[in-house]
C-alpha cells in the first residue's frame, strides 16, 4: 500500500464526507431546474432563453475541471474542495438576488467556476486515502452520490420552492453549503503531496497525460453519455410539466426514481468493471451505451407518464454504468499523482457536454414546438459513444499506463 494511502477507520470518514459534499453540490446545482418555471414567468424567459440560462453554470464548471485536478495533484485535495465548496455555497446564496436575466446568467456561470475544482479533487481524495486496487470500486461508489444527491433534491427543493419561493430556497442550501465546507476542513487532515516518493505532479506528466490517446477516448465516451446526462436532468422537470402535464408536487415525487436506479449502477460499477471486465471495458461501455439509446427512445415514445419514468430508469441505470467506467478507469491505471488531472480530463468532456445540450434543447424545442427532434439529439449523443468506444484498448489491473 502507498505511505499516502490512510488506515482504518478514518478513510472511510473522508469517504464518506466527499459523498456528502457531492451530494449537496448536486442539490445545490439542480435546484434551478425546479425553480425554472417561477423563474421564466418571472423573467419572461422564451425556451431558448432557458437553455441559456442552465447551460451558464455548465460553461463556468467545465472550465475549472483541468485545473481543479492540477491543482489537487499539485497541493492536495484538501485545500481545493474547501476553497470550491465556499465558492460555489456563496453563489449558490446570491442567486437568490438576482435581478435580472444577465445577473443570473452571470451569478450561475460563476457559480459553475466555483464548483468546477470539486470533482476531481474529490476523487484525488479517493487516491490520497484508498490503495491502489481499492480506488476504481471505492471512486465509482463516490459517484453514486452523484444520483443519490440529484434523488434528494426534488424531495427536498420542490416543497421549499412550493413553501418559500424560489430565491429563499437559494439562501437556505448556499448557508448549509458554507456549514459544510467548515465541517470538512475540521475533520480531515491534510495530505502533502509526494509522500510515498511518487512526487508531486509536474509539467512534464502533465503534458504527457494530455497527450494521452486513450485518455481522450475516455473523454469522448463520456461527453457523449453527458449530453443524455445534462440534457434530461435539466429538461425533465419542464418537459414532465408543459408536455406531460404534471404539477412541480407530482415533478418532485417521480424524478427520484430514475436517480436511485442510476445511484445502484453508479455504486457496483467500479465492481463490475474489474470483476467481469477487466482489460475488456469497450465492451461494458459499448454495451451500457447502446442500451442507453434504446431505452431514451423507449422513455420518449411511451404512451402514459408512468411509462416515461420507467424507461427513464433504465436509461439511468445503464448510462451510470458509462459514468462509472470512465471514472474508475483514471484511478485504475493511472499513478496516484495524476489520478487528480485524470479525472479532470474527463470530466471536461462531461461538462463541455453540459453546457452545450440544454443549450441545444433549448433551441430545437423553440425552433420545433415540441421535442421530436430534442431527443434524436440525445441518441445520436449515445451512438457517438458507442463509436469511440469501439477503438478504446485497455489492459489488466496489474498493468499500470504510464504517459507516453
Keep these: 500500500m502507498d505511505a499516502a494511502v490512510r488506515k482504518g477507520k478514518y478513510k472511510y470518514l473522508v469517504l464518506v464526507l466527499l459523498y456528502l459534499g457531492w451530494c449537496v453540490s448536486y442539490i445545490d446545482r439542480a435546484a434551478i431546474t425546479f425553480a425554472a418555471t417561477q423563474i421564466a414567468s418571472e423573467f419572461h424567459l422564451k425556451p431558448s432563453d432557458l437553455?441559456?440560462?442552465?447551460?451558464?453554470f455548465f460553461l463556468g464548471y467545465s472550465l475549472l475541471q483541468l485545473p481543479g485536478g492540477w491543482l489537487a495533484d499539485r497541493y492536495g485535495s484538501r485545500p481545493v474542495i474547501v476553497i470550491s465548496i465556499l465558492l460555489w455555497s456563496l453563489f449558490t446564496g446570491v442567486t437568490g438576488m438576482a435581478w435580472s436575466v444577465t445577473s443570473l446568467v452571470m451569478i450561475r456561470f460563476i457559480f459553475g467556476v466555483g464548483e468546477g475544482a470539486f470533482p476531481a479533487a474529490s476523487v484525488k481524495g479517493v487516491a490520497e486515502n484508498f490503495s491502489r486496487d481499492?480506488?476504481?470500486?471505492?471512486?465509482?461508489l463516490l459517484m453514486s452520490s452523484n444520483y443519490i444527491g440529484s434523488m434528494l433534491?426534488?424531495?427536498?427543493?420542490?416543497?421549499?420552492?412550493?413553501?418559500?419561493?424560489w430565491r429563499a430556497v437559494f439562501h437556505y442550501i448556499g448557508i448549509a453549503g458554507v456549514v459544510f465546507a467548515l465541517v470538512y476542513w475540521f475533520c480531515v487532515r491534510p495530505v502533502r503531496p509526494g509522500v510515498g516518493g511518487a512526487g508531486a505532479i509536474n509539467k512534464q506528466a502533465f503534458m504527457a497525460l494530455m497527450k494521452m490517446p486513450l485518455m481522450w477516448q475516455i473523454v469522448a465516451v463520456w461527453f457523449g453519455l453527458s449530453i443524455i446526462n445534462k440534457g434530461l436532468d435539466t429538461w425533465m422537470p419542464t418537459y414532465l410539466m408543459t408536455v406531460r402535464g404534471l404539477n412541480l408536487k407530482a415533478v418532485g415525487l417521480l424524478l427520484p426514481l430514475p436517480y436511485i436506479m442510476a445511484g445502484l449502477s453508479t455504486a457496483i460499477?467500479?465492481?463490475?468493471?474489474v470483476r467481469f471486465f477487466d482489460g475488456r471495458e469497450k465492451l461494458l461501455l459499448i454495451g451500457s451505451s447502446l442500451l442507453t439509446a434504446?431505452?431514451?427512445?423507449?422513455?420518449?415514445?411511451?404512451a402514459s407518464v408512468e411509462g416515461v419514468i420507467a424507461w427513464q430508469c433504465l436509461a439511468?441505470?445503464?448510462?451510470?454504468?458509462?459514468?462509472?467506467t470512465c471514472i474508475a478507469l483514471p484511478t485504475k491505471m493511472l499513478q496516484a499523482q495524476l489520478v487528480g488531472s485524470g479525472v479532470g480530463m474527463v470530466n471536461l468532456g462531461g461538462q463541455l457536454a453540459g453546457f452545450i445540450s440544454p443549450l441545444v434543447i433549448g433551441f430545437l424545442v423553440s425552433a420545433f414546438a415540441?421535442?421530436?427532434?430534442?431527443?434524436?439529439?440525445l441518441i445520436g449523443?449515445?451512438?457517438?459513444?458507442v463509436l469511440v468506444s469501439l477503438f478504446i484498448r485497455t489492459h489488466k489491473s496489474d498493468s499500470q499506463m504510464q504517459p507516453a
Design 381 to 385: 449523443a449515445a451512438f457517438f459513444s
Design 269 to 273: 460499477g467500479g465492481w463490475v468493471m
Design 134 to 140: 481499492e480506488r476504481p470500486k471505492m471512486s465509482s
Design 316 to 324: 439511468y441505470f445503464f448510462k451510470s454504468f458509462v459514468l462509472a
Design 370 to 377: 415540441n421535442y421530436d427532434y430534442a431527443f434524436s439529439f
Design 153 to 165: 433534491a426534488p424531495l427536498l427543493i420542490a416543497p421549499l420552492i412550493l413553501h418559500y419561493g
Design 51 to 56: 437553455g441559456i440560462l442552465l447551460s451558464s
Design 294 to 302: 434504446v431505452f431514451v427512445y423507449c422513455m420518449y415514445s411511451a
